[in-house]
T-cell receptor, first 110, second 114 residues
């Protein structure tokens, strides 16, 4: 079983619409979670950290469900510039390495 | 805003040759990392480095790989004898500390082994 699993997509989203997607993680000892954004052939860039209480940053809302071991990301009022691959990332308690999912591709269209 | 920088941006090498990938982490950061991403695949952890020694490494990071912080600013990844399957994007990252601290990624070096 993959450590961090994501639906690869693509999610085709009309501009202005809302899109949501999840990822699941297998290691219950994972302590910290993040969403990174990756544009084609570029480096991952931190979008937001994910907390159990849920957190919001502008149009982006992230949620962590430890009981079910899944993380979600919701994007409201999608912009063309939101088109990217969104990487779900877990960080363990023992070390500080990041474990990446395969990414969910989002395409926002006019 | 401080950035992680990497050189070269692209490297083409022949199988069996040694390559050194260079990174300059953000200046006040203490932890340094190398990750790689084979084309079309996920980002994979290679190694983390703290206080001039490896703190963690993955199964990918075998005897062909080594890391070094030769001076106060550079952090290098050496692949001793490259294989075709080493072709990938190599990302350096740094963080102020461990745990929940954000890891900031450099722009990557695209390595092509022929």
């Amino acid at each position: 079983r993959k450590e961090v699993e994501q639906d690869p997509g693509p999610f085709n989203v009309p501009e202005g619409a809302t899109v949501a997607f999840n990822c699941t993680y297998s290691n219950s000892a994972s302590q910290s979670f993040f969403w990174y954004r990756q544009d084609c052939r570029k480096e991952p860039k931190l979008l937001m950290s994910v907390y159990s209480s849920g957190n919001e940053d502008g149009r982006f809302t992230a949620q962590l469900n430890r009981a079910s071991q899944y993380i979600s990301l919701l994007i409201r009022d999608s912009k063309l510039s939101d088109s990217a691959t969104y990487l779900c990332v877990a960080q363990g308690a023992a070390g500080n390495k990041l474990t990446f999912g395969g990414g969910t591709r989002v395409l926002v269209k006019p | 805003e401080p950035e992680v920088t990497q050189t070269p941006s692209h490297q083409v090498t022949q199988m069996g040759q040694e390559v050194i990938l260079r990174c300059v982490p953000i200046s006040n950061h203490l932890y340094f990392y190398w990750y790689r991403q084979i084309l079309g695949q996920k980002v994979e952890f290679l190694v983390s480095f703290y206080n001039n020694e490896i703190s963690e490494k993955s199964e990918i990071f075998d005897d062909q790989f080594s890391v070094e912080r030769p001076d106060g600013s550079n952090f290098t990844l050496k692949i001793r004898s490259t294989k075709l399957e080493d072709s990938a994007m190599y990302f350096c990252a740094s963080s102020p500390d461990r745990g929940r601290e954000t890891q900031y990624f450099g722009p990557g070096t695209r390595l092509l082994v022929l």
